[in-house]
């Protein structure tokens, strides 16, 4: 079946340092590929998505390649703020389903401190 | 764009007893879907509607568990004779068809003691 690994948390950075999350994945065919993140007191919320190999999502200075031979999709981020606290989730579907049943790792707690 | 709303934000009710949680999707969604968070884990699926008809449902939604679309607007969860393995967090989220994102509430938070 369909799932993914997380690195476990959590990360604890210093503003300004360099982020990645590490995120693996087993599926048949080809999923999809998202990065979810909750804010504290918040909903989940889409980051970035990637449909195909090669792809690369970016949103809001965060980055993640779709690498097919990896089975990989880490998110990345070159300077993290206090403001990214937040927890992360790497979740895949496949769209062979008709709809987006999303299948979610376990999340990585972020905590960046001044 | 209102957003996705839940209601209530929090429950805590007796074991045995019956809950009833709401979600009101973004307007012109049609698309809606539960998921369940237990405490250190991703969401898990639970069930799919497109419009007002139930098209998957999760084998994690036992026979205890009943979710209704009944005008393809909002939706309703119910969880009959709640044990305490039913405390989690109940996500909403909504669509549009097709691959657009989901939209995920704030969730009910479900306690059972």
């Known amino acids: 079946g369909n799932s993914v690994t997380q690195m476990e948390g959590p990360v604890t950075l210093s503003e300004e340092a360099f982020l990645t999350i590490n995120c693996t994945y087993t599926a048949t065919g080809y999923p999809s590929l998202f990065w979810y993140v909750q804010y504290p007191g918040e909903g989940l919320q889409l980051l970035l998505k990637a449909t195909k190999a090669d792809d690369k999502g970016s949103n809001k200075g965060f980055e993640a390649t779709y690498r097919k031979e990896t089975t990989s999709f880490h998110l990345e981020k070159g300077s993290v703020q206090v403001s990214d606290s937040a927890v992360y989730f790497c979740a895949l579907t496949a769209m062979n389903t008709g709809f987006q049943k999303l299948v979610f790792g376990t999340g990585t707690r972020l905590l960046v401190s001044p | ?113």
């Open chain 2, 1 to 113: 764009d209102t957003g996705v709303s839940q209601d209530p934000r929090h429950k805590i009710t007796k074991r045995g007893q019956n809950v009833t949680f709401r979600c009101d999707p973004i307007s012109e969604h049609n698309r809606l879907y539960w998921y369940r968070q237990t405490l250190g884990q991703g969401p898990e699926f639970l069930t799919y509607f497109q419009n007002e008809a139930q098209l998957e449902k999760s084998r994690l939604l036992s026979d205890r568990f009943s979710a209704e679309r009944p005008k393809g607007s909002f939706s309703t969860l119910e969880i009959q004779r709640t044990e305490q393995g039913d405390s989690a967090m109940y996500l909403c989220a909504s669509s549009t068809i097709g691959d657009s994102p989901l939209h995920f509430g704030n969730g009910t938070r479900l306690t059972v003691t």
